[in-house]
């Protein structure tokens, strides 16, 4: 029987330095799903705020398709949808290609979609709180609209929409352990594999859960630090 | 620099009329709308191209037994939830230091992992204390996936729920108690009576919210082989490749989320109809 210790020390012993590749996975995947989400989540959230009915309705289709859906089916659709899809097309030039889609990029696609359906929500609200005497006094000193929106209503919005995009950041954080499902070596799966070959599952996922909530407290730590300077810059104006 | 922007301002002096004819957004929002309307018709025309008569005969029983699983799994995890959160929200809303703090550390907890980490927590993890639920006799109650999840689901719902619970008590003015005190009323009578028919208006939209995560959240459990509307969407590709297993999974899942969403705003438009003005 190895001690715990042995078990969670780092090297070929230990199981510490596998489950910081998973670390590293997950927070990459996070990272670099978020300003894919948050740009595709700002430009539904502007048909959606839009006159124009018609961009109304395709934005508000596309929340309801991807906040309706359950992450890890919108992950499974398309990884072997693409898989499908992209062998599908390959097959027109060489019947006998196959295709292997990247597990990586299909989770962050997917998260995406869903941080982006969720984030529009957040930035529509933060739109409706924005008084319209703004863009009219924008427009009134001379502002295109283009200039109005970047240099009077954006430094306003993601002042307004801060507190509900930090709360969608946790939420992506613990949505990334989904992908361990497709295959992608995060900490859920590190653990679990782990947790296998060593028989002592209670103690590998505990750590993961706990590693978890160790990214949330640092995440909260960084998004006052934010929080707090973005409040400074409203003091001094 | 400044001759520029007065250039400027005086082209732009007013603010830009309401836009007729064609104007640049009304083309891209027909073009988006019609992306989704190709999109849509191209997963109805697949559908209908990729019909086997066969497959579904064979599926879709299972589809359904599938959605029983799931909503079984939902509605008992919510109601123990809901049992459950009373306490916590009671801890968490006390003076005592200690008590509060416990109820805190629960609600971060759960709050703050993955629900699939919590339940393979539960379900692989406990293997490691056989012994003693032997001892106690809920080996056997552990050892089904379901009930790992519904344990996994109750605790992680309860804490979210003794959050919209506490915020809901919270946000009912504290003249409220005291003027049902002054009207001698005991602490329970003005939480029955005066206090949570006040809450549960603002608690409504959050429960429901919190309704539809968990039915979306209840997907995961296809990965500890229980076979809810997704375990069984997730055996019928294995077994058959076919892609419109997903499709068919994805357009109940899509039924039941905007079923509720609706139901919610109904109920909640109706519940509020003496505030209304």
Redesign the interface.
Known sequence: MQSVWTLLSWGPEGWLDDIAYGVFITVSLAAATLPLGLVIGFLVAL?KQ?????????GN??T??F???????TL??IF??AQ?GIQQLMRLYDPTAAVEVNAFVSGMIALGVVFSSYASEVFLSAFRAIPKGQ??GG???????WQTMRLVVLPQLVRIALPGLANLW?ILL?????V??IGLTDI?RQ??VA?RVT?????F??V???I??LL??ISSFGINAIERAVGRQQVQR | MSAA?AD?????????A??HGW?R??I???A??C??IAFLAGIAAYLVVAWNGELFAKYAPSYVTGLGVTLLLVAISIVLGAILSVPIAYARMSRNRFLSGLAYAYV??FR???????T??VY??????RPQLDMIGLWGFFREAFNCAIFAFSLNTAAYQAEILRGAIESVPRGQWEGAASLGLHKLQTMWKIILPQALIVALRPYGNEIILM??????V??ITVYDL?GI??LT?SRTFD?QS??W??II??II??TL?HAVEWIERRITIHLQR
């Open positions: 048909a839009s006159n124009e009915p018609s961009l109304r309705l395709a289709i596309y309801t398709i906040r309706g859906l359950p992450e890890l089916l499974f659709m072997y949808g499908i863009y009219e427009y009134s000193v001379g502002l295109s609209g946790l613990k949505d990334t352990a989904l361990s499902a859920l653990a679990g947790a028989k002592h599952a209670f103690l996922f505990g993961a859960a706990l978890y909530l949330a407290i | 922007a400027v301002a005086t082209k732009v002096e007013k603010p830009p309401i836009p104007p957004q009304r891209l929002g027909y988006l709308v992306v989704w971060y907890f703050g992992t993955p629900l699939l980490a919590q393979f927590l692989y993890g406990v293997g490691s204390f039915i979306k959240g209840s997907a995961i296809a990965i997704m969407t997730k590709y892609f997903y499709v999974a994805a899942y899509l989320v905007e969403r």
